[in-house]
């Protein structure tokens, strides 16, 4: 079974009577519950045109709007900078599009959500990028999609900062192969206009600037409740995985 961001099929359980037991929905062996609270309407913004974050809007304001304006504020980061945004976008690709990412990007090995990405542009990959977490919230009102995609890409903007160049240029190249965009099998030279350009601010004084330092955690069950915590490092190959047990915020 595939699924989509904004198509994914409902699998609820019913008893003997025929009547649902839970609004439980299965993908493959992942689980994701509906919240029961209210939905508040959100979308991406700039704090100074130097951070993204998650904020309120109109609850009247058009989705597509909502996506729209969160994929330009994105832009409007990475325009700030030396290097091309292109560049950044499949850095964040790079880290985001992997088994252990939050639903709607992850999943499991059977299922990956970022698989139902098929676009050929960068344009097309961060419009996916974008409207895949405001879509799943939509549906379900989970908003780790949304809080994963935005500490995604503040960090990103960060780990260039911190100048580590080899390392990015691997995860532009994972990025890219990842979304289909170059073969696997074929070796690849990063495109001239995609590669690392140095800032003026290095360090300290970029991380001051423009971000702050963030953990991003995301849930996935499976038998027992796991939470995964991706925690980029200020220093690109810090960047660790650890597991531990927690009590699901989702009921």
């Given at each position: 079974?595939?699924?989509?961001?904004?198509?994914?099929?409902?699998?609820?359980?019913?008893?003997?009577?025929?009547?649902?037991?839970?609004?439980?929905?299965?993908?493959?062996?992942?689980?994701?519950?509906?919240?029961?609270?209210?939905?508040k309407?959100?979308?991406?913004?700039?704090?100074?045109?130097?951070?993204?974050?998650?904020?309120?809007?109109?609850?009247?304001?058009?989705?597509?709007?909502?996506?729209?304006?969160?994929?330009?504020?994105?832009?409007?980061?990475?325009?700030?900078?030396?290097?091309?945004?292109?560049?950044?976008?499949?850095i964040a690709?790079?880290?985001?599009?992997?088994?252990?990412?939050?639903?709607?990007?992850?999943?499991?090995?059977?299922?990956?959500?970022?698989?139902?990405?098929?676009?050929?542009?960068?344009?097309?990959?961060?419009?996916?990028?974008?409207?895949?977490?405001?879509?799943?919230?939509?549906?379900y009102?989970?908003?780790?999609?949304?809080?994963?995609?935005?500490?995604?890409?503040?960090?990103?903007?960060?780990?260039h900062?911190?100048?580590?160049?080899?390392?990015?240029?691997?995860?532009?190249?994972?990025?890219?192969?990842?979304?289909?965009?170059?073969?696997r099998?074929?070796?690849?030279v990063?495109?001239?206009?995609?590669?690392?350009?140095?800032?003026?601010?290095?360090?300290?004084?970029?991380?001051?600037l423009?971000?702050?330092?963030?953990?991003?955690s995301?849930?996935?069950?499976?038998?027992?409740?796991?939470?995964?915590?991706?925690?980029?490092?200020l220093?690109?190959?810090?960047?660790?995985?650890?597991?531990?047990s927690?009590?699901?915020?989702?009921?």
């Amino acid at each position: 079974m595939k699924r989509a961001a904004n198509s994914c099929p409902e699998k609820t359980q019913q008893s003997s009577d025929g009547k649902p037991l839970s609004n439980r929905v299965s993908i493959n062996t992942l689980k994701v519950i509906r919240h029961a609270v209210s939905q508040k309407a959100l979308m991406l913004s700039l704090v100074n045109d130097k951070k993204l974050i998650v904020s309120p809007t109109s609850p009247t304001y058009p989705q597509e709007s909502i996506i729209r304006d969160s994929f330009t504020g994105i832009i409007s980061l990475f325009s700030q900078l030396n290097v091309s945004p292109h560049r950044l976008i499949y850095i964040a690709a790079g880290f985001m599009f992997q088994p252990q990412s939050a639903l709607p990007y992850g999943g499991s090995k059977r299922n990956l959500g970022y698989l139902e990405y098929t676009g050929r542009d960068v344009d097309s990959l961060l419009w996916f990028l974008v409207s895949a977490a405001f879509k799943w919230y939509w549906r379900y009102r989970g908003r780790e999609g949304i809080d994963f995609l935005t500490h995604s890409m503040n960090h990103t903007l960060l780990l260039h900062g911190n100048g580590e160049k080899d390392f990015l240029d691997e995860m532009v190249m994972k990025g890219m192969m990842k979304a289909g965009h170059v073969e696997r099998s074929k070796s690849t030279v990063i495109p001239e206009n995609l590669r690392f350009v140095p800032e003026k601010m290095h360090g300290n004084e970029f991380r001051d600037l423009f971000c702050s330092h963030h953990t991003i955690s995301h849930t996935l069950e499976s038998g027992e409740h796991k939470q995964i915590i991706l925690t980029f490092g200020l220093t690109a190959r810090s960047c660790s995985i650890r597991r531990m047990s927690f009590q699901p915020v989702w009921q």
